[in-house]
C-alpha cells in the first residue's frame, strides 16, 4: 500500500532553515508528481510546492518563493523541501502528498504523508 | 489565481442529517474540483474527484455535483465517523493549486 512519512521537522528560530524530508514507498514513485502541503496551527491548508516526477519542473506558493526549494531523489525514493529564511508565519505541519496520475497529471492529491511540525520562534 | 469559497465555515447536525457544503470558485473550473475530508490531528483524505466521482473505498453516502463555479458536497445521511473538517480544492489552473478555506461538521 501508499505509505508516505514525512520527517525533520522541529522548533527553529527566526531566520533559520530546515529540510524535511518525504519517504516514499508502495508505488512507482519516480512516475508521479509529488506536493508539499502545509497547515498552520487551527488553519486551513495551503499547497506549498510541487515537483514533477523527473524534477524537471518546480512550482511555488508565491509567500515560499526564493526561500523554498523542492527537490526529489527517485534513487531513494524521496522527496525534500529545503526550507530557509524561515518566518513565524511558516510554522505549520507540512504534508508530502503525491499527484493522482502518473507523468503528465497536476491534479488532485490521493495519498498524504501523516505530516511532520515545523515550528519558528525564538 | 482562482480562490475558492466554502459555505458554511461551521454547521452543526444530527446523525442521519442529510448535510450540504458549497464551494464557489472565483472563475469556471470545469468540474476540476477534489473533496477531502481531514480528522483532527490527522492528514486530509481524498473524498471525491472531478466534482462527482468518488474515491475507491469511500462510502457512497458521500456525492458531489456542480458545473462553473458552483460546487457541492453532500453527505445523504451524516454518521458518528463523518465528524470531521471538509475542504474543496480546485485542480482547473495550476500553479497554485488553491483550497476553501475548510468547513467544520459538528455533532449538534
Known amino acids: 500500500q501508499v505509505q508516505l512519512v514525512e520527517s525533520g521537522g522541529g522548533v527553529v528560530q527566526p531566520g533559520g532553515s530546515l529540510r524535511l524530508s518525504c519517504a516514499a514507498s508502495?508505488?512507482?514513485?519516480?512516475?508521479?508528481?509529488m506536493h508539499w502541503v502545509r497547515q498552520a496551527p487551527g488553519k486551513g491548508l495551503e499547497w506549498v510546492a510541487f515537483?514533477?516526477?523527473?524534477?524537471?519542473?518546480?512550482y511555488y506558493a508565491d509567500s515560499v518563493k526564493g526561500r523554498f526549494t523542492i527537490s526529489r531523489d527517485n534513487s531513494k525514493n524521496t522527496l525534500y523541501l529545503q526550507m530557509n529564511s524561515l518566518r513565524a508565519e511558516d510554522t505549520a505541519v507540512y504534508y508530502c502528498?503525491?499527484?493522482?496520475?502518473?507523468?503528465?497529471?497536476?491534479?488532485?492529491?490521493?495519498?498524504w504523508g501523516q505530516g511532520t511540525l515545523v515550528t519558528v520562534s525564538s | 489565481d482562482i480562490q475558492m469559497t466554502q459555505s458554511p465555515s461551521s454547521l452543526s447536525a444530527s446523525v442521519g442529517d442529510r448535510v450540504t457544503i458549497t464551494c464557489r470558485a472565483s472563475?469556471?473550473?470545469?468540474?476540476?474540483l477534489a473533496w477531502y475530508q481531514q480528522k483532527p490531528g490527522k492528514a486530509p483524505k481524498l473524498l471525491l474527484y472531478?466534482?462527482?466521482r468518488l474515491e475507491s473505498g469511500v462510502p457512497s453516502r458521500f456525492s458531489g455535483s456542480g458545473s462553473g463555479t458552483d460546487y457541492t458536497l453532500t453527505i445523504s445521511s451524516l454518521q458518528p465517523e463523518d465528524f470531521a473538517t471538509y475542504y474543496c480544492?480546485?485542480?482547473?489552473?495550476?500553479?497554485?493549486?488553491?483550497f476553501g478555506q475548510g468547513t467544520k461538521v459538528e455533532i449538534k
Open positions: 480544492q480546485q485542480y482547473y489552473s495550476t500553479p497554485p493549486w488553491t
Open positions: 508502495g508505488f512507482t514513485f519516480s512516475s508521479y508528481g
Open positions: 515537483i514533477r516526477y523527473d524534477g524537471s519542473n518546480k
Open positions: 472531478a466534482a462527482s
Open positions: 472563475q469556471g473550473i470545469s468540474n476540476s
Open positions: 502528498a503525491k499527484d493522482c496520475v502518473p507523468i503528465v497529471a497536476m491534479y488532485y492529491f490521493d495519498y
